[in-house]
């Protein structure tokens, strides 16, 4: 889950690893489009906190990633 955070799908989500992410992101077809999501917790070696998102419509990395760096940033952490 560390190497999706950092090489994979939600590489995007947390650039300089401040956070130190776990996270698992999915895309499913719906019709014509996709739905997403991302869940995760951080930090990784001593998770404390966790978190899920889901876009109802775009890929994991187009939607979902970008929605869940927008609640994951818009604080400080402890």
């Given at each position: 889950m560390q190497l999706a955070g950092r090489m994979g799908t939600a590489?995007?989500?947390d650039v300089e690893n401040k956070l130190h992410l776990a996270?698992?992101?999915?895309t499913a077809?719906?019709?014509a489009?996709?739905?997403?999501?991302?869940?995760?917790?951080?930090?990784?070696?001593a998770?404390?906190?966790a978190?899920?998102?889901r876009a109802q419509v775009g890929t994991s990395q187009?939607?979902?990633?970008?929605?869940?760096k927008s609640y994951l940033f818009?604080?400080?952490w402890p």
């Open positions: 590489r995007e989500l996270v698992k992101t999915g077809p719906h019709g489009t996709f739905q997403s999501w991302i869940t995760g917790f951080f930090p990784a070696d998770p404390r906190h978190f899920c998102a187009s939607a979902a990633v970008p929605l869940a818009s604080t400080e």
